[in-house]
């Protein structure tokens, strides 16, 4: 399995940027799809976006409507790191952020079944 490893976050104002990295190591094989869920005090983990990296879908990435054209993910094709650049982030935005890996396929790529591996998460808090 895949071992995974965030950082990047911080507290950060309303409006403001930050880029949130994920560090893979191990054996990466088994995955075709890396992605970001959150999770906010008292919710469940929710998807935030993913990038695939297998077939015909080799570098499409998918998300969430709360946070399209706000959020974008890329990946390091040599290290396998990805990033996930956080723009205009809202208060609503505040929650421990977890990098995935997995072999989703449409119908679960945006949930949590659909990955296999997960980081311990970093926490992004917005402020007013």
């Known amino acids: 399995q895949v071992q995974l490893v965030e950082s990047g976050g911080g507290l950060v104002q309303a409006g403001g940027s930050l880029r949130l990295s994920c560090a893979a190591s191990g054996s990466t094989s088994g995955t075709h799809a890396m992605g970001w869920f959150r999770q906010a005090p008292g919710k469940e983990r929710e998807f935030v976006g993913t990038i695939r990296w297998s077939g015909g879908s080799y570098g499409n990435t998918y998300y969430s409507d709360s946070v399209k054209g706000r959020f974008s993910i890329s990946r390091d094709r040599a290290t396998s790191a990805i990033y996930l650049q956080m723009n205009n982030l809202k208060l609503e935005d505040t929650a421990i952020y977890y990098c995935?890996?997995?072999?989703?396929?449409?119908?679960?790529?945006?949930?949590?079944?659909?990955?296999?591996?997960w980081g311990q998460g970093t926490q992004v808090t917005v402020s007013s």
């Open positions: 995935a890996a997995g072999r989703p396929i449409t119908s679960t790529m945006t949930t949590v079944g659909g990955y296999h591996s």
